[in-house]
């Protein structure tokens, strides 16, 4: 089903490419089941991670994977379809997006090294907590003082990571659940960096050619850390290259253009919002195939956490439109 004409609308010119439609204008399921679809492929990177693990495959191994599979896939449509916009690349954007998949490199390799140590729950909760790092960052940084609904989402965060933290010490799940919070959390802070960076070359690169690059550059970084850690990168079995493939394909590059599919459609805020389930469908996977259980103290840390990101996606979206509408 198509979205209505507006009334009054203008023909685009000959040779012109139409609009894209306003979000919120595609009057069907189809953009919503996308997106849920995206937030369940998502959310399985964290049971094929543990899958890999459990078949041999070192963390930092798993990490450089994923990327370099992720960037090759990717380099022939960019090549075929985004040699112009590669052409006209400048030093500092090229120096930016090696800087910004340096940060993506790092957050890999902790995030995946923590679930070696810890619950899925508790790693994808904490990894996500990346809105809270953003707020902190833009006010340290670029001194944009927190409003009140961020102020609220940045306690209500730290009081959920806390209970989680309490919570791996009296009902552990993994072998070091402190070890591997404490990874989660650094994994989130580096995508901040990486997010941080991002939302500059964004204004100024199409998304194909930005991805391509970071994912490349982060790819890059991980195989340096592989041969100069000594960790192998073959000799696994067919199966876990098969978990390896299905992670570059599904998470990597599946799951987040669905995510930038369903933007063309829905609003940015709803999607954010729609992204936090990440953690909640991870941690159903882990229960129902991987038979880890959720202590009542870590439940009510998640909610806290959720709650907490959720306040600071709002309120950091508000400040967006109070800009947009006094620009």
Request: glycine share 10%; proline share 7%; aromatic share 8%.
């Amino acid at each position: 089903m198509t979205a209505p004409k507006p009334k009054n609308a203008r023909a685009p010119a000959a040779g012109q490419t139409p609009p894209p439609p306003p979000a919120g204008t595609f009057h069907s399921a189809l953009p919503y089941a996308v997106l849920a679809a995206g937030v369940l492929i998502v959310s399985s990177a964290s049971i094929l991670i543990r899958f890999a693990q459990g078949l041999g495959v070192p963390s930092l191994s798993l990490a450089a994977w994923r990327l370099t599979l992720a960037a090759l896939i990717l380099t022939p449509l960019v090549l075929a379809r985004s040699r112009n916009d590669i052409a006209k690349l400048g030093p500092r954007d090229i120096g930016l997006a090696l800087l910004s998949g340096a940060f993506l490199a790092i957050h890999f390799a902790t995030w995946i090294a923590s679930l070696a140590y810890t619950s899925v729950a508790a790693s994808t909760v904490l990894v996500t907590t990346n809105p809270i790092w953003i707020a902190a960052a833009s006010w340290l940084l670029f001194r944009e003082r927190p409003g009140a609904g961020l102020a609220v989402g940045i306690v209500l965060a730290l009081a959920g990571s806390t209970a989680i933290f309490v919570a791996g010490g009296t009902n552990p799940v993994g072998a070091s659940p402190a070890l591997g919070n404490t990874l989660a959390l650094i994994g989130s802070i580096m995508v901040s960096g990486y997010l941080l960076i991002g939302r500059s070359l964004r204004r100024r690169l199409p998304l194909l050619v930005y991805i391509w690059l970071v994912y490349g550059a982060a790819a890059g970084v991980l195989l340096l850390a592989v041969l100069a850690s000594g960790s192998p990168m073959l000799g696994f079995t067919a199966t876990a290259y098969a978990i390896l493939l299905a992670l570059a394909v599904g998470p990597q590059l599946c799951g987040h253009t669905a995510f930038n599919w369903a933007l063309r459609y829905l609003s940015p805020a709803f999607i954010a919002i729609a992204i936090l389930g990440e953690p909640v469908g991870a941690a159903l996977l882990a229960f129902l195939i991987l038979g880890e259980r959720v202590a009542p103290l870590e439940l009510a840390g998640f909610v806290l956490l959720l709650i907490g990101i959720y306040c600071a996606a709002r309120s950091e979206r508000r400040g967006i439109d109070t800009m947009r509408k006094t620009s």
